[in-house]
């Protein structure tokens, strides 16, 4: 059972505008979420992430938006650029979890120049 | 630091055979994870560790998987028999599990081909 979800598969944007990734959960236990970054041939890298006491969290071209009420986060990333191609993952975790993660399947994300 | 490593970091085998994957985490973390990643199911947890005892291992898919953490510094995944659904890349992770921090830290994957 998917208690994480990215419902895009993949997502192309042109090089300065903004990229916009998308993932819902289910479970409302959750109350931290993170973004990881993977490149082919190697291991997700963490990103970006925020505890559900805030609704966002900034950090240079990234930043996460969570709608709890929704159960909903993105991540937009402005302005994307080439480097940024890679594929995407979502994750969650909540104080029950222990610190294991719920990851999505990914959004594979192509910024073209 | 080096990060996560694991070994090796490609593994073909034939069915039947026994594969043994390994994983040095991060000096310092107290929590260590296994994952698996397909097309089909993205990235699974399989099991995890803190401080070297075994957490939860309601992932792992069937009994001819087994996790071990000897130390502080090492852990194995092993697959007997192996059968060619098991292709997989496997990933291994470690968390300092400090301080409300949630951060996993990734080591590259060991690609598992098996025929």
């Known amino acids: 059972d998917q208690q994480v979800k990215q419902n895009s598969p993949s997502l192309s944007v042109q090089e300065g505008r903004i990229s916009i990734l998308n993932c819902d959960y289910t479970n409302s236990m959750f109350d931290y979420f993170l973004w990881y970054k993977k490149y082919p041939a190697e291991g997700p890298t963490f990103l970006i992430s925020?505890?559900?006491?805030?609704d966002k969290n900034e950090d240079g071209r990234f930043t996460v938006f969570l709608n709890k009420s929704a159960k909903h986060l993105s991540l937009h990333i402005v302005p994307s650029q080439p480097g940024d191609s890679a594929v995407y993952f979502c994750a969650a975790t909540g104080s029950n979890s222990g610190y294991a993660l719920n990851f999505g399947k990914g959004t594979s994300l192509l910024v073209t120049p | 630091d080096a990060g996560v490593i694991q070994s090796p970091r490609h593994e073909v085998t034939e069915m039947g055979q026994e594969v043994t994957l390994r994983c040095k985490p991060i000096?310092?973390?107290?929590?260590l994870f296994w994952y698996r990643q397909t097309m089909m199911r993205g990235l699974e947890l399989l099991i995890y560790?803190?401080?070297?005892?075994?957490?939860?291992d309601s992932g792992m898919p069937e009994d001819r998987f087994s996790a071990k953490m000897p130390n502080a510094s090492f852990s194995t995944l092993k697959i007997q028999p192996s059968e060619p659904r098991d292709s997989a890349v496997y990933f291994c992770?470690?968390?300092?599990?400090?301080?409300?921090?949630?951060?996993?830290?990734f080591g590259p994957g060991t690609r598992l081909t098996v025929t």
């Open positions: 925020i505890s559900s006491i805030k």
């Open positions: 992770a470690s968390s300092p599990g400090r301080g409300g921090s949630y951060e996993q830290y």
């Open positions: 000096s310092g973390h107290d929590y």
């Open positions: 560790f803190n401080n070297n005892v075994p957490i939860d």
